[in-house]
């Protein structure tokens, strides 16, 4: 399946136009990972990148506790094209990985040249952030 297509199930990008999509996947390196390997720590600033699992497994978690397998077509690491804050999950290679990575910087310019992308991408964060439990408050 061409990039293009893959990035289209993107929550993230699911509204862009296939011309928008065929740039957009210009700026995707292919990344591999052997089993076992780290991509992203949780806690350290590793990488500014995003990633779309092209091929394998990898496993997520956050202070040492697995929450989520992913696989092909999912993705990771979206945080990272915004802003430049340590990672909130480890995420490590189950088997084999064969992953779509884009550095933040080419994201930004991407957005630049795509105004309408800036709305898309603050939808998509309110939900991020409208799914994750409210801290929980001390009563007084």
């Known amino acids: 399946m061409p990039l293009a297509d893959e990035l289209s199930q993107v929550p993230l990008f699911s509204s862009l136009s296939q011309r928008q999509l ?37 496993a997520v978690a956050q202070n040492g506790e697995e929450v989520a397998r992913l696989g092909p077509g999912k993705h990771f690491g979206e945080l990272a ?32 040249a795509n105004p309408d992308v800036s709305w898309k991408l603050l939808q998509h964060l309110v939900n991020l952030l409208s799914a994750t439990p409210a801290p929980t408050r001390a009563r007084g």
Not at 36 to 52: C, K, L, T, Y
Not at 96 to 110: G, Q
Request: aromatic share 12%.
């Open 81 to 112: 094209l915004i802003g430049s804050r340590e990672r909130n999950s480890t995420v490590t290679a189950v088997g084999p990985v064969r992953c779509a990575a884009m550095a933040s910087w080419y994201f930004r310019r991407f957005v630049n």
């Open 22 to 58: 065929r740039r957009l996947s210009r700026d995707f390196k292919e990344r591999t990972f052997r089993p076992g390997a780290v991509i992203v720590r949780q806690g350290h600033m590793s990488g500014v990148d995003f990633f779309v699992i092209l091929e394998g497994e990898v």
